[in-house]
């Protein structure tokens, strides 16, 4: 397939496209500012996520879109960081609009599983506080799919509470809207774990219109 990776040089974005070209995808990689090392099949372009016509001309002609998007939380107050989430999204909804492609995959956030039976993990007394703004943004982002304001074949991926750098061992669960833990409490994935999670929900086109999480 031909796949537009928005995000594609953070944590998880990176993951995303080595992953997918590691299949034998054609990866358009998406940064704002970032030079990629080049690779067979890859594409890399400087663009922001937050300017709909841009967006519009670079998913035209492609398979799907997979968002990493992310603010860069660390470097923004939490209003800002959620009015720069909201931004990015309501453009990248306009855009494959627009540009007539159908299947979106997002990478949302933990905040919207359920913690416990009717309790989100945003939450829930263990989640930060300074977190509450963009991850509120995030759910509604969520809900508005669910809702079915934007006639797309969305899929949206919630990551555990623990994601970062690690093996890639193909080894773990699937589950949809409950947070999952392993045996000990853990809440946990690796980067490469993650995204082989997402690849194979665009290769075998499940998960349509559904929220899903993966986990050890």
Known sequence: ?????????????SSIRKEALSRGHRVTAVTKNTKLDPAEN?????????????????VA???????????????????????????????????????????????????SLEASPGVDVVDSDFYPAGHRAHTLRNREILRS???????????????PLEIKAGDRTGQFRLGQDQLLRDQNGDSRISEADFAIAILDALDQGTFKRQRFTAAY
Do not use: C
């Not at 397939?1 to 974005?13: E, H």
């Not at 890859?42 to 670079?58: F, H, M, Q, R, S």
């Not at 990015?88 to 990478?107: T, Y």
């Open 61 to 111: 002609g492609h398979d799907a879109v997979i968002s990493a998007y992310s603010p860069g939380l660390r470097n923004y107050p939490a209003e800002d960081a959620a009015a720069l989430i909201e931004k990015a999204h309501q453009s990248l909804f306009a855009a494959v609009k627009q540009a007539g492609v159908k299947r979106l995959i997002i990478v949302g956030g933990v905040g």
């Open 42 to 58: 890859l594409t890399p372009l400087n663009a922001d996520i937050a300017n709909a016509e841009d967006v519009a001309k670079i």
């Open 145 to 159: 799919l669910k809702r079915g304001e934007h006639d797309l074949d969305w899929t949206y991926v919630s990551p």
């Open 1 to 13: 397939m031909s796949i537009v990776v928005f995000g594609a040089s953070g944590n998880i974005g």
